[in-house]
């Protein structure tokens, strides 16, 4: 369920008199940077690769913290309720998914949270474990087929890009393929190495099929990555498949605007040093460090093109 107004209107009052009050002096305290996933995924990596560069920019701590659960809608919502003026998001692509997967929205997009900057675009990986049968694209598409409701994809959560992909590719070959969600890609991650989950289909991945821990199948993109040529996209196999997500900032939306400002410049140039910018590609991804308009005019297009995907896909969450 959204913040209702009552709440908005508190909120907007605590900032309103945080910005008279501190008007040259933000941040006035340690800043919290949350993650709605387990330590150890990407998002986390990322948050704790740029809390100690944007710390020695704003002159305080920059804490990291990890609330996981419900595809990262629980972390998300906390911070949407925030009112220190010091509580932030590093939010991903399944903050777009969290509109349409639930029944009740936990947090709505638009109206609950404020863009800062978009650190990066990812797209998904398919793989598997290096044990297991299946080989390529073809392979898993087959078994799909020929044993319904027996091959399993293990998602970082639901309701997000993961889960995404997983759903997309069964509706794309016709077959049922049993989602299993976790609190995070890192223990997704340990279940397909360990053979227990068939295989998986999120952003995490790409450094486990480089030191060949995994099996790399796919990049979910439309085109090859130069970040890993040797991947085929999956539209090869399933012609219009096409799936890229994003990490981004973002903060409560009653956040002044000089605040935004202020943060926006200062992970703009953390994304832009150089230890960040090797990091990005060790994971696979894509720096961006964008405008707050220009990152809000990105999720509106999401919001728009996915809306029809999901609905496509009927999936409700509770």
Known sequence: MTLNKN???????????????????WPAQPIKLVVGFAPGGNTDIMARQIAPILSGKLGQPVIVENRPGAGSMIGSQYVAAATDGHTFLMGTFANVLGEFFYRNKIVDLRKDLTPVTQVLTIANYVATSPKSK????????????????NLSCASSGVGTSGHLACAMLAQSIGASIRIIPYRGGAPAITDVLGGHTDFLAINEVLPYIRDKSLRGLAITSEKRSPLAQELPPVSDAIPGFDLVSWYGVLAPAATPSAVIKKLNIEIVAAINEKSVQERIVLLG????????????????????????ITKSLNIVLD
């Open 7 to 25: 709440i908005k209107k508190i909120i907007s009052l605590v900032f309103g008199a945080l910005v008279v009050g501190q008007a040259y002096a």
């Open 134 to 149: 299946i080989n390529s694209m073809t392979d898993l598409i087959n078994q799909a087929k020929s044993k319904p409701d």
């Open 285 to 308: 991804a894509t720096s961006v460090g964008n405008t707050p308009e220009e990152f809000a005019k990105i999720i509106n297009n999401d919001l728009i093109k996915y809306e029809k």
